[in-house]
Each structure stands twice: as C-alpha cells, then as structure tokens.
C-alpha cells in the first residue's frame, strides 16, 4: 500500500512499516531463510531474496510471503524488479537469472566469468546496470536481452552497492569509506570524499 517499505536480514527477519516509516513490525519468515536483498515491484508487492536459492515474494502491505524456489546453482546475490514487473536476481558465476511469471520459470545467462555480482539496478525498461567483483560494471540497453562490459572501475575495486539516479550518473560505495561517481553512464569513475575509513555497505 502507500509508503509500505521493508528491510530483511538474517534468520528470515524482516521489518515492515506501512505508513512511510512512521512505525516498523518485526516478522520472521518460514523457515527463517538468510535474507541477502528486497525490492518493490511496480505493481507495488515485494520481493526478498534468500540464500538459499529462493525468493519471497509479498503483498502490497509487505506481508502474507510466499516462498518461491528458484532454479539455479549459482549462489544469488541480489534482486531487482524492472519497470515490466519482471524478476531479476544476480549471483556467482556471472549469473543473469530473470523471471516473468513470479518466479515460477526462470531464465539463466551468464557472462561466462568466475565472479560474483553484487547488484542490479534497472534505471527504466531498456536500461539496467550490474556491478560485481574484480571491479566489473555491466550494461544493458535492450531490456536485458543482451549484456556488455563497460571500463571496469579502478583497481578492481569491490563493490558493495551501486546506486543510478540515471543512466548517466550514479553512485558505487566499498570498503575504506570509498565512494565511486559516474556521470557519463559508467564510461569512467571519479572518487569522492567521505573522510572516513568505515565500510560502507548502501
């Protein structure tokens, strides 16, 4: 519903707020999965992904969860909804898994590396940007049809978030405090300033 948002973690835990943040509920999955990601959906539902190769998908009101397997070897990273609804969860192996129909097929690609990538964003319905070890930064422009590698970020630097206001400018944060900025969709990168050492995970 209006301003429902949710934030997961370990154990299958999860708290929810439905009124923008003024107040959070705790509730724990079945079968208190590792919760690694969330995201909403355009049709307002939820999806969390888990360790363990599955995701959970919730109602607008980020509740009433259902699991769903998905059907892959790979070690799943991070999940995405695209502006279509689709599902998209990316992991080892340079896994591309995407799902149009909740999770109950799935479709695999790989970019045929031993990586792992740790986040997917889609900025509308053509463009999506994954980023991953080894300081990879992929790209599509076609929906996800076909992927392309863009200059990898300077010395293989690991990414733990990507955040894209666009398809020109975002955001990689890291280890040591260290903040990466594009704005020419990810052709090159320039660090800023945190002064701080800290890790930063989002």
């Not at 999955?29 to 999806?47: H, W, Y």
């Amino acid at each position: 519903g209006a301003g429902a948002m949710a934030v997961v973690g370990n154990r299958g835990t999860g708290v929810t707020s439905r009124d923008g943040g003024g107040s959070w509920q705790r509730q724990t999955l079945a079968g208190q999965p590792f919760l690694l990601d969330v995201t909403a959906c355009p049709d307002g539902s939820f999806v969390a992904l888990a360790y363990e190769n599955e995701i959970h998908i919730g109602d607008t009101e980020a509740g009433n969860w259902q699991r769903v397997a998905i059907d892959s070897e790979e070690v799943p990273q991070a999940v995405a909804c695209d502006p279509q609804g689709r599902i998209w969860v990316v992991g080892s192996f340079s896994s591309i898994l995407s799902s149009t129909d909740r999770g109950r097929t799935w479709s695999a690609t790989s970019m045929d590396e031993d990586l792992h990538f740790t986040t997917v964003q889609f900025i509308d319905s053509d463009t999506a940007f994954l980023t991953g070890e080894f300081g990879v930064v992929v790209r599509t422009t076609d929906g996800g049809a076909t992927w392309e590698y863009l200059p990898p970020l300077p010395d293989e630097f690991y990414p733990q978030d990507a955040w894209f206001r666009d398809a020109d400018t975002g955001w990689i944060v890291g280890l040591t405090g260290t903040v990466l900025h594009t704005e020419n969709g990810g052709r090159s990168w320039s660090r800023q300033e945190t002064n701080t050492q800290a890790p930063l995970y989002t």
